[in-house]
């Protein structure tokens, strides 16, 4: 008997609809497996961070993120600031699951409810924003950060195939915008196309733009892509760029770093987790929140390979 008592953060919305598609036949294995839950829909942006501070002192052992990788963001948020260190798991129902890639999470539910069940307790970094947000996967800028708002546009096409199609309309449309980024011991200061900030190896529905990172290192990767010479290059050296074979191209600056100050006189386009999101004030620094976060995983020896 499972004495556990999870609390289900639901985003109805996720996966432009997906996570309401399949919500039946969630509570309907949840009600087989006789599991001790209550739900909560989220209905507007920030709640699921709010809900999840509110449910730490209710007596709840589990706080449950369904949905994709920005409902993940939010209830991480809420369960970080509220200094507790709660256990979190997840049913992945959004577009990218880039957290659940990472995780050895499945995205396929029934699996997913498992997991929370029989999985193991695995303690993670998480990304964070001074002064302002956490991060479970990363902060695109750029390029990744506009196809996010593109998909999030998009009425016909999902997952994957969603973010492909975005990523390659702004590979050909985007233009380049000028940042400075300061680590220790290092300078790259050029004109960039895209910027990914990263916990996870992943991001962008399956994008492997840091394929070095590990979530539990202690680092960020900072994959910084700048412009190539013509849109045909850009367009060729995409597929490296999802299959994580971009570290060889002189375009490509790569560091690992506990820390990076960001900096930029344009207006910067960025996504948090897949979510558009407005960056603070420039100069800002992003630094790594090391052993943060308890998370319902597959353990990283048996969890998929890099």
Same mark, same amino acid.
């Given at each position: ?13 996720? #996966? ?123 902060? #695109? ?43 220790? #011991? ?121």
């Amino acid at each position: 008997m499972d004495n556990r008592k999870y609390f289900l953060i639901v985003n109805l919305i996720a #996966g432009q609809g997906h996570c309401k598609d399949i919500f039946p036949r969630v509570k309907a294995e949840l009600d087989r497996r006789n599991l001790s839950y209550d739900t909560h829909f989220t209905n507007e942006p920030m709640e699921a961070t709010n809900v999840a501070q509110m449910v730490i002192e209710a007596g709840f052992t589990h706080i449950i993120a369904m949905g994709g990788d920005g409902t993940i963001n939010e209830v991480v948020n809420g369960i970080v600031k509220s200094g507790t260190p709660y256990p979190l798991g997840v049913i992945p129902a959004g577009s990218g699951n880039d957290f659940a890639r990472v995780t050895g999470i499945p995205t396929d539910p029934m699996e997913a409810i498992e997991l929370l069940v029989s999985g193991e307790e695995r303690v993670i970094d998480l990304g964070y924003i001074v002064g302002d947000r956490y991060f479970v996967n990363g902060v #695109g800028i750029g390029i990744d950060a506009q196809a996010a708002r593109d998909v999030l546009a998009m009425n016909h096409l999902r997952g994957a195939v969603a973010y492909l199609y975005a990523a390659v309309k702004e590979v050909i449309l985007f233009k380049a915008f000028p940042v400075k980024l300061v680590g220790k #011991g290092w300078t790259e200061e050029r004109e960039f196309i895209s910027i990914g900030i990263a916990n996870g190896k992943y991001s962008g529905g399956g994008f492997k733009l840091a394929p070095r990172a590990q979530i539990d290192d202690g680092l960020l990767d900072i994959a910084a892509i700048e412009d190539f010479p013509s849109r045909i290059k850009r367009l060729i050296n995409l597929p490296r760029a999802r299959k994580g074979t971009h570290l060889g191209l002189a375009e490509v600056h790569y560091h690992q770093a506990p820390k990076v100050t960001v900096s930029s006189p344009a207006t910067l386009v960025a996504h948090i987790d897949g979510e558009v999101y407005r960056l603070p004030k420039s100069p800002f620094e992003i630094t790594v929140a090391a052993k943060i976060l308890h998370v319902i995983a597959v353990p990283p020896e048996s969890g998929p390979s890099s």
